[in-house]
């Protein structure tokens, strides 16, 4: 069975701090990865995601994740943040290997930019 | 575009009530998902459906959650009765066949009191 797992509940940031999101993932065999968004009072929404080739990988709002295959983890990262990235983000990963189409978010982590 | 369409948007209901969902996924969307999340969880899911196939429903409560996709395009979940443990905002997502992007609908609140 496949798990996400999201290291930080909450995190407090100032405006035009660096962020760095945890997530780890178990699973066996190859993966699909990505993250979502949810700001307040709207949907998910797809940030980014990595299939294969370069393990860096650049999404919307300047946001990145590198995927790190011996660590089983796929942080992301934002060199400066704005107070208009206050929102949810979720982690998920499909594993591709039996897994179907499942797609398996982790318990996502609170974001708050102060300004 | 409309996006993954869910009604109803909050829905505060009596333990023991009734209760419906829908959603109508993007045009030419051949899977779709219902997810519940609970307050300070990620999203779980409880239903795939590919066409009007239900693939995988383990996570479905099946003694009160009940599932329809009929002609492989909009579907309704329903819970019959509801229990006070099932309020969370219940997510419907789109994609197509065993693709890579899931769209996800604003999703239905819903509150049993």
């Known amino acids: 069975a496949q798990s996400v797992s999201q290291h930080n509940h909450h995190v407090i940031l100032s405006e035009a701090a660096s962020l760095e999101l945890g997530c780890n993932y178990s699973?066996?065999?190859?993966?699909?990865l990505f993250w979502y968004v949810q700001y307040p009072g709207q949907h998910l929404q797809l940030l980014l995601k990595y299939f294969s080739g370069d393990p860096l990988v650049k999404g919307i709002k300047g946001f990145e994740a590198e995927f790190i295959k011996s660590k089983f983890s796929f942080n992301l990262r934002k060199p400066s943040v704005q107070w208009s990235d206050t929102a949810e983000y979720f982690c998920a990963v499909k594993g591709l290997t039996g897994g179907g189409n499942k797609l398996t978010f982790g318990t996502g982590t609170q974001l708050k930019v102060e300004l | 575009e409309a996006g993954v369409v869910q009604s109803p948007r909050y829905k505060i209901i009596e333990k023991k009530q009734p209760v419906a969902f829908w959603c109508n996924p993007i045009?030419?969307?051949?899977?779709l998902y219902w997810y519940r999340q609970n307050l300070g969880q990620g999203p779980e899911l409880l239903i795939r459906y590919e066409n009007e196939e239900a693939v995988d429903d383990s996570q479905l409560p099946k003694d009160r959650f009940s599932a329809e996709r009929l002609k492989g395009v909009d579907s309704t979940l329903k819970i019959q009765p509801a229990e006070l443990g099932d309020s969370a905002v219940y997510l419907c997502?789109?994609?197509?066949?065993?693709?890579?992007?899931?769209?996800f609908g604003s999703g239905t609140r819903l509150t049993v009191v």
């Open positions: 997502a789109s994609s197509l066949l065993r693709g890579d992007g899931y769209t």
């Open positions: 699973y066996g065999g190859t993966v699909n």
């Open positions: 045009s030419g969307h051949n899977t």
